[in-house]
Protein backbone atom coordinates (compact mmCIF):
# COMPACT_ATOMS: atom_id res chain seq x y z
CA UNK A 1 0.00 0.00 0.00
CA UNK A 2 0.88 3.40 -1.18
CA UNK A 3 -0.24 6.56 1.47
CA UNK A 4 -1.18 9.75 -0.29
CA UNK A 5 -1.46 12.92 2.20
CA UNK A 6 -3.47 15.83 0.99
CA UNK A 7 -2.16 19.16 1.14
CA UNK A 8 -4.02 22.39 1.57
CA UNK A 9 -2.63 25.78 2.60
CA UNK A 10 0.38 23.37 3.65
CA UNK A 11 -1.66 21.13 6.28
CA UNK A 12 -2.19 17.92 5.88
CA UNK A 13 -6.20 17.18 5.47
CA UNK A 14 -6.70 13.91 4.96
CA UNK A 15 -4.40 10.58 4.46
CA UNK A 16 -5.54 7.64 1.78
CA UNK A 17 -4.12 4.61 0.82
CA UNK A 18 -3.51 3.78 -2.55
CA UNK A 19 -3.10 -0.15 -3.98
CA UNK A 20 0.66 -0.38 -5.36
CA UNK A 21 -0.83 -1.51 -8.74
CA UNK A 22 -2.46 2.19 -8.45
CA UNK A 23 1.07 3.27 -8.13
CA UNK A 24 2.54 2.01 -11.15
CA UNK A 25 3.84 -0.91 -8.85
CA UNK A 26 7.55 0.77 -7.97
CA UNK A 27 8.44 2.61 -5.27
CA UNK A 28 9.15 6.47 -4.54
CA UNK A 29 9.93 8.40 -6.03
CA UNK A 30 8.89 7.09 -9.37
CA UNK A 31 5.02 6.16 -7.89
CA UNK A 32 4.06 9.21 -6.59
CA UNK A 33 2.98 10.83 -10.18
CA UNK A 34 1.43 7.97 -11.14
CA UNK A 35 -0.53 7.49 -7.90
CA UNK A 36 -1.52 11.04 -8.01
CA UNK A 37 -2.64 10.74 -11.56
CA UNK A 38 -4.84 7.74 -10.29
CA UNK A 39 -6.15 9.70 -7.66
CA UNK A 40 -7.51 12.64 -10.07
CA UNK A 41 -9.25 9.98 -11.93
CA UNK A 42 -11.22 8.68 -9.16
CA UNK A 43 -12.62 12.39 -8.86
CA UNK A 44 -10.33 13.62 -5.71
CA UNK A 45 -8.82 16.83 -6.25
CA UNK A 46 -6.45 18.90 -4.82
CA UNK A 47 -2.37 18.82 -4.37
CA UNK A 48 -1.49 14.66 -3.02
CA UNK A 49 2.01 13.85 -1.63
CA UNK A 50 3.31 10.48 -1.03
CA UNK A 51 4.14 9.53 2.48
CA UNK A 52 6.07 6.76 4.20
CA UNK A 53 4.41 4.89 6.66
CA UNK A 54 7.89 4.10 7.56
CA UNK A 55 9.42 7.54 7.52
CA UNK A 56 12.01 6.86 4.92
CA UNK A 57 11.51 9.97 3.19
CA UNK A 58 9.79 13.46 3.77
CA UNK A 59 10.99 12.88 7.25
CA UNK A 60 7.80 11.00 8.86
CA UNK A 61 4.50 9.72 8.41
CA UNK A 62 2.00 12.34 7.54
CA UNK A 63 -1.46 12.99 9.85
CA UNK A 64 -4.17 15.24 9.79
CA UNK A 65 -3.01 18.74 10.64
CA UNK A 66 0.64 18.45 10.10
CA UNK A 67 2.67 20.42 8.45
CA UNK A 68 4.06 20.58 4.99
CA UNK A 69 7.10 22.71 3.95
CA UNK A 70 7.87 22.09 -0.26
CA UNK A 71 11.57 23.23 0.91
CA UNK A 72 13.04 21.22 2.13
CA UNK A 73 10.11 18.57 1.01
CA UNK A 74 9.34 17.60 4.10
CA UNK A 75 5.83 16.81 6.66
CA UNK A 76 6.29 18.08 10.45
CA UNK A 77 4.12 16.40 13.09
CA UNK A 78 1.98 18.82 15.54
CA UNK A 79 3.95 21.41 18.14
CA UNK A 80 4.57 18.88 20.97
CA UNK A 81 4.60 21.39 23.33
CA UNK A 82 3.90 24.86 23.35
CA UNK A 83 7.26 26.25 24.33
CA UNK A 84 9.11 24.45 20.87
CA UNK A 85 9.83 26.15 18.16
CA UNK A 86 10.70 25.37 14.85
CA UNK A 87 14.54 25.74 13.53
CA UNK A 88 15.84 25.82 10.58
CA UNK A 89 15.68 22.54 9.61
CA UNK A 90 12.49 22.36 10.41
CA UNK A 91 12.19 20.56 13.46
CA UNK A 92 10.56 20.76 16.95
CA UNK A 93 13.37 22.12 19.16
CA UNK A 94 12.69 22.18 23.22
CA UNK A 95 13.75 25.90 24.77
CA UNK A 96 16.85 23.98 26.00
CA UNK A 97 18.75 21.18 24.70
CA UNK A 98 17.81 17.71 25.81
CA UNK A 99 21.31 16.39 28.10
CA UNK A 100 22.38 12.84 27.50
CA UNK A 101 19.99 9.81 28.98
CA UNK A 102 16.71 9.21 29.45
CA UNK A 103 14.87 12.63 30.29
CA UNK A 104 11.00 13.67 29.39
CA UNK A 105 10.34 17.21 28.85
CA UNK A 106 8.38 18.51 31.29
CA UNK A 107 6.30 21.82 29.92
CA UNK A 108 4.95 23.24 33.11
CA UNK A 109 8.33 23.70 34.49
CA UNK A 110 9.92 24.27 31.19
CA UNK A 111 12.53 21.80 31.62
CA UNK A 112 14.06 18.26 31.27
CA UNK A 113 13.61 16.00 33.79
CA UNK A 114 15.40 12.73 34.35
CA UNK A 115 13.64 9.19 34.28
Not at 4 to 29: H, M, T, Y
Request: net charge negative; with cysteine; aromatic share 16%.
Amino acid sequence: MAHFAEIKNGLVQRVIAVANSDCGGGEFPESEPIGQAFIASIGLGGVWKQTSYSASFRNCYAGIGFQYFAEPDKFVPLQPFASWTLDNNHDWQAPTPKPEGKYYWNEEDLEWVAL
